[in-house]
C-alpha cells in the first residue's frame, strides 16, 4: 500500500486548507485511514481518523468542529477539510493507515502504512 499526501501550504490564521490522502496499491488491505501531525521538536499526534466505511470518524480534541474527514472509496481518497486553522495547527501532516478492522487506534506505532508528509504553515 501506498499513500500520497497533498494539500499542504502557507495560510493566514482563519483560513482553510484542504488536504487528500490517496491510496494505491492493496488498498483492500486498509481499514482505517488516519491523519496525524508533527511540528518541529515534538511527537507524532493523532489529528482525524476514518473507518472503510466512514460509519467510524474519531478526532482529535484540539481540532473537533474545525476539521473535517471524509473519504471517497471509488477514488481510494481519503480528505481532511481544515478550516478556521490556527498558528498552532503548523505542522507536517501525515496519512496513515490501518490494516485491522473494527478498531481505529489513535496511536501513531499501531499504523502500517505512511505517505510521505505535506507542510501545513499557519501565520498569525
Known amino acids: 500500500v501506498q499513500l500520497q499526501a497533498s494539500g499542504g501550504g502557507l495560510v493566514q490564521a482563519g483560513g482553510s486548507l484542504r488536504l487528500s490522502c490517496v491510496a494505491s496499491?492493496?488498498?483492500?488491505?486498509?481499514?482505517?485511514t488516519a491523519w496525524f501531525r508533527q511540528d518541529q521538536g515534538k511527537e507524532r499526534e493523532f489529528v482525524a481518523s476514518?473507518?472503510?466505511?466512514?460509519?467510524?470518524?474519531r478526532y482529535a480534541d484540539s481540532v473537533r468542529g474545525r476539521f473535517a474527514i471524509s473519504r471517497t472509496n471509488d477514488k481510494n481518497t481519503v480528505y481532511l477539510q481544515m478550516n478556521n486553522l490556527k498558528p498552532e495547527d503548523t505542522a507536517v501532516y501525515f496519512c496513515?493507515?490501518?490494516?485491522?478492522?473494527?478498531?481505529?487506534?489513535?496511536?501513531?506505532?499501531?499504523?502500517?502504512?505512511w505517505g510521505q508528509g505535506t507542510l501545513v504553515t499557519v501565520s498569525s
Open positions: 476514518i473507518s472503510w466505511s466512514g460509519g467510524n470518524i
Open positions: 496499491g492493496h488498498t483492500f488491505n486498509v481499514y482505517t
Open positions: 496513515a493507515g490501518y490494516g485491522k478492522p473494527y478498531t481505529t487506534p489513535t496511536r501513531p506505532l499501531e499504523y502500517d502504512y
